[in-house]
């Protein structure tokens, strides 16, 4: 609540958005729905803030239950009598938290100086000028303010907590609790998908050696032996490089370094008996043989 003395010059335009906002409880720059309860005023204090829209329910500090539109311009009729002389060291204090987690405090003089706040999430900055100083008497006000176009928060978010006004021997002259909720503007709203080389990886490729028609690990080559039907994934060895162990379900073949291209370079395979069934080789593959020797491959 911010209070001026008829002989003292009116705040300016830039700066009544944020004044608005603190008799409302709210900040304007970052809500879209907002409650508020007054919890006290010091004696001999008054004020009523009333929007020309966008609120349903109205007491004797003026409106209440807002939904605000980002980009929207409203009206707000402040009436309020401070009946003490608030100086520098008169402070408006915030203490709320983003989704109940995220800390958002900050503190600024009553008048006299600049405001700046830090948004969390997005650490912008906003920066409002104070009205010059003292702050005392009645004031009475028709002002239209602007929301910005759009979130400076480009996600859902909830904000609750206490904003408070005290004088400079730290008597609270106002004191009101927060509960607002912020929505993006469709134009802010960002729209993402799943990365389709992650979704196959994660859904159809979690161990190693499995159905290259369901996707190989990033550290895997679909491939095929001369000789043998049927294919599978792959990953490198050597000789200080074993091959890695995590097998697809019901598999009970051994991996093994038992490969060479015509390069060198050397890879696994699941090494099994031919002569056993073919359960060794897991669900959609069996074993063959080859040069006396099983391999497990994929029949599809």
Not at 180 to 191: F, V, W
Not at 213 to 220: A, L, M, R, V, Y
Not at 254 to 273: E, W
Request: glycine content about 6%.
């Amino acid at each position: 609540i911010k209070l001026i003395r008829p002989d003292i010059p009116i705040m300016p335009s830039s700066s009544f958005p944020f004044f608005v906002a603190v008799a409302f409880g709210l900040l304007a720059a970052a809500n879209v729905q907002v409650s508020r309860t007054v919890d006290a005023v010091e004696s001999g204090n008054t004020a009523k803030v009333t929007l020309d829209s966008g609120c349903s329910v109205s007491d004797e500090y003026g409106s209440n239950n807002c939904a605000l539109s980002w980009g929207s311009t409203y009206t707000a009729t402040v009436s309020a009598t401070l009946s003490e002389v608030l100086m520098s060291n008169s402070t408006i204090n915030a203490d709320m938290k983003v989704d109940g987690l995220i800390p958002f405090k900050f503190s600024c003089p009553v008048c006299g100086a600049d405001c700046t706040i830090t948004v969390p999430i997005v650490k912008k900055t906003e920066t409002f000028s104070m009205p010059p100083c003292p702050v005392t008497g009645q004031f009475d006000l028709n002002q239209k303010f602007s929301l910005p176009s759009s979130s400076p928060i480009p996600l859902d978010a909830s904000i609750k907590g206490t904003v408070a006004i005290t004088n400079g021997v730290g008597t609270t002259v106002a004191h009101v609790t927060v509960d607002a909720k912020i929505e993006p503007s469709l134009q802010s709203r960002k729209t993402l998908t799943l990365n389709k080389e992650f979704l196959m990886d994660y859904l159809n490729a979690t161990t190693h050696y499995g159905d290259p028609k369901s996707g190989c690990e990033p550290d895997e080559l679909a491939v095929q032996i001369q000789g043998v039907s049927g294919d599978f994934c792959t990953p490198t060895c050597s000789t200080t490089k074993a091959c890695p162990t995590d097998v697809p379900s019901g598999v009970t073949a051994s991996p093994q370094c038992a490969l060479q291209t015509t390069t060198g370079d050397k890879y696994c395979a699941l090494i099994c008996s031919p002569s056993s069934n073919d359960d060794q080789c897991g669900s959609n593959a069996s074993c063959k043989s080859i040069s006396g020797v099983g391999i497990c491959t994929y029949d599809d």
